[in-house]
């Protein structure tokens, strides 16, 4: 089966990071439509209508989003693409920056006249060098042919975009994080409430979107709220979601479907299954901060809805483990990458992630004991107070791979690990 | 944009110079509030690192406390507050990696330069970095030197890659 390109419909067309290329698929011309032909309200209402969710891992409704930070009367007002993307597991914004990096910039006019904002700001990871480039010169052409500046299109409005770089810190794509580093500060998330809607960055009203998210507006103005609804699968979700796949998985990649298949189809159809002889033991549903599933619940929805299974959707990174895979060793990377990214700002979570490190070090050593795996339970209760969503996640996958294969976790403290592959074996 | 680490010679006698030149580059950022990393990025491509000197000069352009400046340069993984080698391999060593063989893929580099992850080489002219996920997932086991993406990548193209880089400089 084919994909459902939307959003990634110009990763085929040649060049289409060029700006006359672009045009030539129609790019602008939404924008242009949208700031001399609707008003803020109508693109707000039609967001509201189109369904559309952020795709940075909240899904929060981006209609809704845009309304609070239009009510707010606090002047100027902001909007921010997040290019942050440093989940593991996730590098879809990746190619949308580096192949068809006019798109989120064309909605990111889109919602810059809904808000009534005239300054943004676009935050792309320092070590997204390509991407960087790319985007760097379609801000360059897009003020050289005035679709930025004093008069976006010729409609009269003004606004200006500004690309700026993160260097090494995944707790920058969180919001209140990303707006610290903006303001060139320490990274730390900020408390919340109040919300970026109110008090983002500058303590301003602001728009934060994720770069995929902002990508859909355009072809919402182009095709209409219905059209986005009905990409979906079911009633629940609007659009196409940009799954990214990786791990044990022949061919790994980003595959545009619509939001909700099943991590069967997506790893099976699309992904064209396993290596030969390979087994499928669990899959990650999106990035390290969510939960393992066990391969009996391959027909779940890759949605929002996925956290009924105790595990959350996230960014969609879907990361493939056959038997081989050591569940200790995978619960061990994912705390090793929350350990690094910790920002340390709060106690839980600076003490939590190298708590579990250790913990999952031990077992994998022969050197774990049984009262280890309650002692993560009671570090990720502990945990549950982070101060932010970085702490609040990091120990899930944690314990809940020692939850679900629980007797691979006890066979690493009889001093045995079955899959044969973490440093036990390896002795 | 500025590259984030690159090759940087210079001897002693002209870092000065290049500190005179970075203040003259600083004069656009003034005008730009919050742009204290891109203000780092400039003083590390300049000299390769952050130097003690170029957070004086950055404070006193930016208008920020020193400690203030320092704070913001340790928090970031890409800021440097010492001079690095000419080529830093990054490999992931997060899950997707790891599946694919990320062990032995850093395993042969630190092999080939020699040195623990975090050192540099007896030459000076490498480092190894166990990194968080670049982003490069389809290219699994994936690699940076410097910014410049590689993979997938297997050991041998890892020892190829690395007597390639050392070569260059002979
Ligand atoms: C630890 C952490 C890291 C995050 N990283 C990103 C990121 O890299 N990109 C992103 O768009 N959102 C990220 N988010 C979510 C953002 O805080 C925010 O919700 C999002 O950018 C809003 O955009 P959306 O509504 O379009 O999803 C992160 C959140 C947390 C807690
Ligand atoms: S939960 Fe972790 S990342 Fe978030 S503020 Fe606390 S220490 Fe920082």
């Known amino acids: ?427 | 944009m500025t590259q984030a680490t690159g090759p940087v010679e210079q001897t002693q006698a002209d870092q000065s110079t290049v500190l005179e030149s970075l203040r003259t580059r600083l004069a656009d950022l003034k005008d730009e509030p919050g742009s204290l990393l891109e203000a780092l990025y400039i003083a590390q491509e300049m000299l390769g690192y952050v130097a003690p000197e170029s957070i004086e000069i950055i404070s006193e352009e930016l208008g920020y406390p020193e400690a203030h400046v320092f704070g913001v340069v340790t928090f970031y993984t890409l800021f440097y507050t010492e001079p690095q080698p000419k080529h830093i391999v990054r490999v992931c060593r997060d899950l997707s990696c790891h599946i694919a063989g990320a062990t032995k893929i850093a395993a042969r580099a630190r092999q080939e330069i020699g040195a623990h992850p975090g050192h540099a080489s007896a030459d000076g002219l490498l480092k190894l970095e166990l990194v968080s996920c670049l982003g490069q997932c389809e290219k699994q086991p994936a690699l940076m030197v410097n910014l410049d993406v590689h993979g997938p990548v297997t050991e041998e193209e890892v020892t190829d890659l690395i007597r390639s880089l050392r070569e260059e400089d002979q």
Request: a negative charge.
């Open chain 1, 1 to 427: 089966m084919p994909e459902l390109l939307a959003v990634n419909k110009n990763l085929f067309v040649e060049d289409a990071w060029q700006l006359d290329v672009f045009k030539g698929t129609g790019g602008y011309e939404r924008a242009r439509r949208a700031l001399t032909e609707m008003s803020p309200e109508d693109l707000i209402a039609m967001m509201e209508a189109s369904g559309l969710k952020g795709r940075g891992g909240a899904f929060f409704p981006t209609g809704m989003k845009w309304k609070f930070v239009r009510a707010d009367p606090n002047t100027p007002r902001y909007v921010i693409a997040n290019g942050d993307e440093s989940e593991p597991g996730t590098f879809c914004n990746r190619f949308n920056m580096e192949l068809d990096p006019h798109l989120f910039i064309e909605g990111m006019i889109i919602a810059a006249y809904a808000v009534d904002s005239h300054f943004g700001y676009i935050y792309i990871r320092g070590e997204y060098g390509r991407a960087i480039e790319r985007v760097e010169q379609a801000l360059a052409d897009c003020y050289a042919d005035g679709i930025l500046g004093d008069d976006v299109l010729g409609s009269g409005y003004k606004l200006d975009l500004r690309l700026r770089r993160g260097a090494g810190a995944y707790i920058c794509g969180e919001e209140t994080a990303l707006f610290n580093s903006l303001e060139g500060k320490r990274g730390n998330p900020r408390f919340k409430p109040p919300f970026p809607t109110n008090s983002g960055v500058w303590r301003k009203p602001t728009v934060i979107n994720n770069i995929e998210t902002f990508a859909c507006v355009p072809l919402i103005v182009e095709n209409g709220a219905e059209w986005f609804q009905e990409l979906g699968e079911g009633d629940e979700n609007a659009g196409t979601k940009i799954y990214c796949l990786s791990g044990v998985i022949n061919n790994p990649g980003v595959y545009e479907l619509p939001m909700g298949v099943t991590a069967r189809e997506l790893i099976y159809e699309y992904g064209g299954g396993l290596p030969e002889g390979r087994t499928l033991k669990g899959f990650k549903p999106g990035g390290a901060s969510a939960a393992i599933l066990t391969s009996e619940q391959l027909d779940v929805r890759l949605d929002p809805s996925i956290a009924q299974y105790d595990t959350i959707m996230g960014t969609g990174g879907v990361i493939v483990m056959d038997e081989t895979v050591c569940m200790v060793d995978a619960a061990y990377r994912d705390a090793l990458f929350f350990e690094e990214e910790s920002c340390g700002f709060c106690i839980p979570c600076r003490e939590g992630t190298p708590n579990l490190v250790q913990i999952l070090e031990r077992l994998m050593h022969g050197q774990g004991v049984m009262a280890d795996l309650q002692l993560m339970e009671e570090i990720g209760d502990s945990m549950a107070s982070s101060f932010c969503g970085l702490g609040q996640f990091a120990y899930r996958p944690v314990v809940g791979a020692a939850q679900k294969y629980r007797d691979e976790f006890v066979a690493h403290v009889e001093g045995s690990c079955p899959a044969g592959s973490c440093a036990i074996a390896n002795n």
